[in-house]
């Protein structure tokens, strides 16, 4: 084999040989050389085409790792984050492009924010990196502040979620995939915005020839969030509103935060395809502008968070025998968090204040939480002749908080509230043919809560804690009715087990727990088509569509109280859902992609008559509050090349978003409606060196809509924003 430049060595014994050189499409060119003892030689050889190899056009077919993914037997689709590298988008904001995915925040960077999909929102949707399940992660490393550019692409299962997962989700999971395949590279990006807004990225990998890895991703986010809000003005002296709306600034919603992630070890070893130990350390600080509603404005209440979070990652394909894999991840978090309410001043939101003789502006408080979480995911699978794929899997979560309030300290401090969880999974797979793929499983459902209290009052404390056990299953086909139409359906059986979160609280005052929540329980069915066009070789058509039904028992849902806007976990009796996705994409050469997604979901409540009653609710058959049920987005990107450089390549892009009015309390009740949502955005990204060095611009919001997700908690109006980022690969 000779070199990119051509060159070549060859060390032999002396001796008379014969030396042949070859090239596919050249003609052949043999020597006869004699060499003596310590001679060197040196032969430049030019090959001569052959005349009668030509070839006009090459096409060459092949599955990308996205493409194994969608054409699963599984409702999933597969969004390619390396597109969106160049940009300043943080992993929930690139969800919203997946057709069934909304993402609602509460502000700006690093707000709250709930993941709705394909009408389940919160706790039923399950988070995964790498297939390690996020659900112990703190908030300092979330979707709403992990770069777009540690994922290499993102898998939406909507419904029915593989074994391997081991998951206890009732609408779905997300998964975030990283760069496991680049063995040497630098990525680098830094990017500055509006309202004072800084984040910056690094990720690079080592690989050397015996297998040794190291890996190393940090990143940071800081923002003022203080753009411009419309809002009543409270009088603080009789503390009421004068009725006064105006347009002002938000003066306390300063958000940072930064996280180290390292990972050590070896790959592709005899023992191990995979053998990493890391560590991962998060650091947040959070100001607090206001509660759930924006009518109170806060002055110095805030909160903090802090993880260190060591893994272990291991997989091997054929382990002691052909087709046997094996992998286990694990991790556990040493998490801190407090939230601090300790201010004696009343403030307004033109940033006005009083002095007041008792601390505290929503509920004094100088509260500190030590939680700790623990994840095991070990996985087993066995190929039988092609075939038949068996599956066990097996999942153990771990969850246990102490809280401490300065303020009014209790002997129940002393006292951890704990969650054991544990999901055992068998599966079965049968694939006669590359056509057809069926899928089956079954769960076991483990869960047992230690929640300790003092009953009687005599400073004796009993675990009042109690555990529940459920079997779940499932079955998932496809099967390719044309090679480019692929047909799919599912049904599952799903239980989902209220988090720690759920139960005890998020650690602040606005979102408050519930220890007497029950599992939820759902039926759950999926059928959807692909169907993939290419048209010569210039265009090229794809278009999914899902139909989904759900019919859920104890449909946990968040409700806030309509006096402080605090919101606490509830049980819904009985909610139906029915809806559709559909999502759509055409490109044009390497000149243009145009594509939009549609979500239409009907969740209803179908709880006819109240426990005790004979009379029909009110509330009967309608809208579950609070949550849209009709959205979609478009998208437009222009691609020039060539445009200074052989080199350089410059994309424009367009991006609309669209949700329609929805109420926020139960429609029979009347009252607010939350009103319908468009926001454009545009990009223009230029790459220099074949993607060595690249330059953004943003413009969001472009028209300055005043957007909400939630009732009368305002998003950033019109921002800007420069991202400067540097990729280099494969370096030695």
């Known amino acids: 084999m000779a070199d990119a430049n051509g060159d070549y060595r060859l060390r032999i014994a002396p001796g008379t040989y014969e030396l042949t050189v070859s090239l596919m499409g050249y003609l052949d060119q043999t020597q006869n050389i004699t060499l003596s003892a310590a001679e060197t030689k040196t032969l430049n050889i030019q090959l001569e085409e052959d005349p009668e190899m030509t070839l006009d056009d090459v096409l060459v077919k092949g599955r990308s790792a996205i493409r194994d993914v969608q054409e699963s037997s599984y409702n999933v689709v597969a969004l390619d984050a390396e597109p969106l590298h160049n940009t300043t988008l943080d992993v929930s904001q690139a969800l919203e492009r997946v057709s069934g995915v909304r993402v609602r925040r509460t502000g700006g960077v690093g707000s709250d924010y709930n993941v709705m999909l394909n009408g389940f929102t919160g706790r039923h949707v399950k988070f995964f990196i790498d297939g390690i399940p996020m659900e112990g992660f703190s908030s300092a490393f979330q979707l709403?502040?992990?770069?777009?550019?540690?994922?290499?692409?993102?898998?939406?299962?909507?419904?029915?979620?593989?074994?391997?997962?081991?998951?206890?989700?009732?609408?779905?999971?997300?998964?975030?995939?990283?760069?496991?395949?680049?063995?040497?590279?630098?990525?680098?990006?830094?990017?500055?915005?509006?309202?004072?807004?800084?984040?910056?990225?690094?990720?690079?990998?080592?690989?050397?020839?015996?297998?040794?890895?190291?890996?190393?991703?940090?990143?940071?986010?800081?923002?003022?969030n203080d753009y411009k809000v419309t809002t009543e003005i409270v009088d603080l002296e009789t503390s009421q509103f004068t009725g006064d709306v105006r347009e002002v600034r938000r003066f306390h919603d300063m958000y940072r935060n930064y996280t180290v992630m390292a990972k050590v070890g070896v790959v592709n070893t005899s023992y191990a395809d995979e053998l990493l130990l890391g560590f991962t350390y998060g650091d947040e600080y959070d100001e607090q502008q206001h509660p759930a509603y924006m009518k109170i404005a806060f002055g110095q209440r805030y909160g903090t968070s802090e993880t260190l979070m060591p893994t272990l990652s291991y997989r091997k394909r054929n382990l002691f025998t052909e087709n046997l894999n094996v992998s286990l991840t694990a991790n556990y978090n040493f998490g801190e968090s407090s939230n601090i309410d300790d201010s004696y001043r009343r403030y307004n939101w033109l940033g006005e204040f009083i002095e007041t003789d008792a601390p505290g502006e929503f509920n004094y408080a100088k509260t500190y939480f030590r939680n700790r979480n623990g994840s095991a995911n070990a996985n087993v699978t066995y190929t039988l002749a092609e075939k038949h794929a068996f599956t066990v899997n097996n999942v153990l979560n771990l969850f246990s908080r102490k809280s401490r309030n300065e303020v009014e300290p209790s002997a129940a401090d002393a006292y951890p509230s704990e969650t054991i969880k544990n999901i055992l999974g068998v599966g079965y797979k049968y694939q006669p043919t590359d056509d057809l793929s069926i899928s089956s499983f079954y769960k076991y459902y483990y869960n047992k809560v230690n929640q300790y209290a003092d009953p009687t009052g005599s400073g004796e404390f009993e675990n009042l804690g109690a555990s529940t056990e459920d079997h779940g299953y499932g079955l998932a086909a496809s099967y390719f009715l044309?090679?480019?139409?692929?047909?799919?359906?599912?049904?599952?059986?799903?239980?989902?087990?209220?988090?720690?979160?759920?139960?005890?609280?998020?650690?602040?005052?606005?979102?408050?727990?519930?220890?007497?929540?029950?599992?939820?329980?759902?039926?759950?069915?999926?059928?959807?088509?692909?169907?993939?066009?290419?048209?010569?070789?210039?265009?090229?058509?794809?278009?999914?569509?899902?139909?989904?039904?759900?019919?859920?028992?104890?449909?946990?849902?968040?409700?806030?109280?309509?006096?402080?806007?605090?919101?606490?976990?509830?049980?819904?009796?009985?909610?139906?859902?029915?809806?559709?996705?559909?999502?759509?994409?055409?490109?044009?050469?390497?000149?243009?992609?145009?594509?939009?997604?549609?979500?239409?979901?009907?969740?209803?409540?179908?709880?006819?008559?109240?426990?005790?009653?004979?009379?029909?609710?009110?509330?009967?058959?309608?809208?579950?509050?609070?949550?849209?049920?009709?959205?979609?987005?478009?998208?437009?990107?222009?691609?020039?090349?060539?445009?200074?450089?052989?080199?350089?390549?410059?994309?424009?892009?367009?991006?609309?978003?669209?949700?329609?009015?929805?109420?926020?309390?139960?429609?029979?009740?009347?009252?607010?409606?939350?009103?319908?949502?468009?926001?454009?955005?545009?990009?223009?990204?230029?790459?220099?060196?074949?993607?060595?060095?690249?330059?953004s611009l943003e413009c969001r919001n472009i028209l300055n809509e005043d957007l909400y997700d939630n009732f009368s908690l305002q998003k950033p109006g019109r921002s800007f924003a420069v991202k400067l980022r540097y990729f280099l690969d494969k370096f030695n």
């Open 482 to 695: 044309l090679e480019n139409l692929q047909l799919k359906s599912s049904y599952e059986k799903a239980y989902r087990l209220p988090t720690g979160r759920e139960l005890f609280g998020a650690g602040n005052d606005f979102e408050l727990g519930n220890p007497d929540l029950k599992p939820e329980s759902s039926d759950n069915f999926n059928f959807g088509v692909n169907y993939n066009w290419l048209i010569a070789k210039n265009h090229q058509f794809n278009i999914d569509a899902s139909f989904i039904y759900r019919d859920i028992k104890d449909f946990i849902r968040q409700v806030p109280n309509p006096t402080n806007g605090v919101m606490q976990p509830g049980n819904e009796a009985s909610v139906k859902n029915r809806g559709v996705d559909l999502e759509m994409r055409y490109n044009y050469a390497s000149l243009f992609s145009l594509g939009g997604s549609f979500t239409y979901q009907n969740l209803r409540n179908k709880l006819k008559y109240r426990a005790g009653r004979d009379v029909v609710s009110t509330i009967y058959n309608d809208r579950i509050p609070n949550m849209p049920y009709l959205y979609g987005n478009a998208d437009l990107t222009f691609y020039f090349s060539k445009l200074w450089q052989e080199q350089d390549r410059m994309n424009v892009s367009y991006n609309l978003l669209y949700i329609h009015e929805f109420d926020y309390s139960y429609e029979s009740y009347g009252g607010i409606k939350v009103p319908t949502q468009i926001a454009h955005d545009l990009a223009v990204n230029y790459s220099l060196k074949n993607g060595k060095y690249n330059i």
């Open 144 to 224: 709403n502040n992990i770069p777009i550019n540690l994922a290499k692409r993102i898998e939406v299962y909507k419904g029915v979620v593989p074994i391997t997962f081991g998951s206890d989700a009732l609408g779905g999971a997300i998964n975030i995939v990283t760069e496991n395949g680049k063995q040497n590279f630098v990525d680098a990006s830094y990017s500055f915005g509006s309202f004072n807004t800084h984040k910056s990225f690094v990720n690079a990998a080592y690989t050397a020839d015996s297998g040794f890895t190291a890996r190393l991703t940090a990143f940071q986010n800081y923002s003022d």
